[in-house]
């Protein structure tokens, strides 16, 4: 059973930042492409990072050189590193993973970006 678990989230200001976490169980981070996604009221969930098996990544251009996805293999976690926040990064991130056919999504971490 495949189990994602996100934390970090918080209120910060403009400018600050933040770190999400992502503890997976029943599955290995390492050996599939795990992302982060962010659904703003109102609007679709939208991709924000990509970390694929070999260790390369993706990002979205509106968070390329703020946001560092990475991932722990000892602890079986995947982090997203976030700097230099902006209030239109307020969001819930939400950790994925595609295994097969199936999409496994966490429950969300909430993130408040004040200006």
């Known amino acids: 059973q495949v189990q994602l678990v996100e934390s970090g989230g918080g209120l910060v200001q403009f400018g600050g930042s933040l770190r999400l976490s992502c503890a997976a169980s029943g599955i290995i981070v390492s050996i599939y492409t795990m992302g982060w996604y962010r659904q703003a009221p109102g609007k679709q969930r939208e991709l924000v990072a990509l970390?694929?098996?070999?260790?390369?990544?993706n990002y979205a251009d509106s968070v390329k050189g703020r946001f560092t996805i990475s991932r722990d293999n000892a602890k079986n976690t995947v982090y997203l590193q976030m700097d230099s926040l902006k209030p239109e990064d307020t969001a819930v991130y939400y950790c994925n993973v595609r295994v097969s056919t199936n999409n496994y999504w966490g429950q969300g971490t909430q993130v408040t970006v004040s200006s």
């Open positions: 970390i694929f098996s070999g260790g390369s990544t």
